[in-house]
């Protein structure tokens, strides 16, 4: 199903989403990637607080190219979820509201995704130039020396994503692939 | 003898990092449009759509296709009537992926130690294969290769007794595992034989072969046909949402080997599989 949303959204809103929905999201996202997540892990392991309000918000894992002059971001395709999997159960049971990327997620994830009503997006890998179009404003907002790993804050317009896992832990790429197999 | 200047190397190296990351090359243009009609899935389809729109806009407006514009694998096949004069080999490599990722906005993604992780900044060192050859030219090959599929390649050390049937099996089990992660559809870079490295080194270099190409070798081209067959029943699809298309290509390259191994590596890449040749 087509949907459209505004993001960040609300756990009520989260749970409206099924595996295989097509969703168009519209709204503030954060990006972090491996070096980010370290980095926030470790931050909270001293006691100390992430460098933004997680509660609902969205994570996307997402490094970007260099801008050009005058745009906002340059290419800016998901990367693999995977490598974000031992630090994202305690993450999204701080609030971490969704994610955005690409790939398998380990059963703690899945888990943590049921226990805590939250959504698993991915986005079309190596689209990064077309999914750059529905990225209007970047700023980065924290650990600037990480470079293309800093966290960003980003404004997206119907930027397209695809509900893989949803609060109810069905898995899109578990189940879509069934049909197509020989 | 004939005299190269490195930094004509340099300069061509350059370009071949920013063509490499804004342009599909032909083969594999074609693979992909072919694709795109015999695809089952609807949303395989449209994923595929998006992969076209993505190509076009890279092109249009210079934005990378992928962000993830790679590590610099650079092979160079360096007749031995050449006389490379003008500073040293490796450094003029270095200094074309310098000036092409610093130039051509491209990501910087090499950390100059494994374990202390810091960026160099300019997306160097390359990875370099040199062989020497025939003759007074020097073919150039850059790849720059994304980690989302690397990560997702393998080395099977199987035994001999695993014959054909073992091959086919560690090409099935790597395409499984890899699955969504390696961005599908993808391609898959086989070695078998040799040792160890020389296996990894061949799957590597399969990569970087015509999409669509054949082995010459009876046995190969079989096992290629039948393979991407069998890849594509798998039912990973384009994005790994399921669909007809998991594989453009599957190439395999063969070596000698030891009469007590059978060593066998999968070097998987996404649906950009990028590769730009030149002779200078």
Redesign the interface.
């Known amino acids: 199903m087509e949907k459209h949303m505004h993001v960040p959204m609300t756990k009520e809103e989260a749970a409206g989403l099924k595996s295989g929905d097509?969703v168009y999201l519209t709204g503030t996202i954060y990006t972090a990637r491996d070096?980010a997540h370290k980095r926030m892990d470790e931050t909270l392991d001293q006691g100390r607080d992430l460098p933004f309000e997680i509660k609902d918000q969205i994570i996307y894992y997402?490094?970007?190219?260099?801008?050009?002059e005058g745009?906002p971001i340059?290419?800016?395709?998901p990367?693999?979820a995977?490598r974000m999997d031992r630090y994202t159960p305690r993450l999204l049971d701080l609030g971490l509201g969704a994610m955005i990327g690409?790939?398998?997620r380990t059963q703690d994830v899945m888990d943590a995704i049921v226990r805590n009503g939250c959504v698993y997006f991915?986005a079309?890998?190596?689209?990064?130039?077309?999914?750059?179009?529905c990225i209007k404003r970047s700023e980065v907002i924290a650990y600037d020396d990480l470079?293309?790993e800093a966290i960003r804050r980003l404004e997206v317009e119907d930027f397209?994503v695809?509900v893989?896992i949803d609060s109810e832990g069905h898995n899109?790429?578990e189940t879509?692939?069934?049909?197509?197999?020989? | 003898m004939r005299t190269v200047q490195v930094s004509e190397i340099t300069k061509n190296i350059k370009e071949m990092c920013i063509e490499a990351n804004h342009y599909l090359s032909k083969d594999m243009e074609a693979v992909m449009e072919k694709a795109a009609e015999t695809e089952?899935?609807p949303?395989?389809k449209q994923?595929l759509g998006?992969?076209r729109?993505?190509?076009d806009?890279?092109a249009k407006?210079?934005?990378?296709?992928?962000?993830?514009?790679g590590m610099s694998v650079v092979f160079l096949e360096i007749g031995q009537d050449v006389h490379l004069e003008g500073g040293l080999l490796e450094d003029a490599v270095n200094e074309g992926v310098r000036q092409g990722y610093t130039e051509g906005?491209?990501?910087?993604?090499v950390v100059g130690d494994p374990i202390l992780?810091e960026?160099t900044?300019d997306n160097t060192p390359a990875v370099i294969h040199t062989r020497i050859v025939g003759g007074d030219r020097v073919k150039i090959k850059v790849a720059p290769k994304g980690f989302?599929s690397e990560?997702m390649s393998r080395v099977f050390m199987l035994k001999p007794a695993d014959g054909l049937e073992g091959v086919k099996h560690a090409i099935l089990t790597a395409v499984k595992d890899a699955?969504?992660?390696a961005?599908p559809p993808m391609v898959v870079g086989v070695g078998v034989g040799g040792t160890f490295e020389k296996c990894a080194l061949m799957a590597k270099e399969a990569l970087t072969r015509e999409a669509g190409s054949h082995s010459s070798i009876p046995w190969v081209r079989e096992l290629e046909e039948e393979m991407l067959e069998k890849v594509n029943?798998?039912?990973?699809?384009p994005?790994?949402?399921?669909?007809?298309t998991t594989a453009f290509a599957v190439n395999v390259n063969t070596y000698p080997t030891h009469i007590a191994g059978l060593p066998v590596a999968v070097n998987i890449c996404?649906?950009?599989n990028r590769h730009v040749v030149r002779e200078v």
């Open positions: 097509y070096a997402m490094g970007p190219s260099p801008a050009r745009r340059g290419s800016a395709g990367t693999t995977s690409k790939g398998k991915a079309v890998g190596g689209a990064g130039a077309l999914l750059s179009k470079g293309t397209p695809i893989v899109l790429y879509a692939i069934r049909e197509y197999q020989k | 089952k899935a949303l395989g994923i998006q992969l729109e993505n190509l806009i890279a407006d210079m934005i990378p296709i992928c962000q993830d514009t906005y491209l990501r910087k993604s992780r960026n900044k989302g990560n699955g969504p992660n961005c029943s798998l039912g990973i699809g994005g790994g949402l399921g669909g007809s996404c649906h950009v």
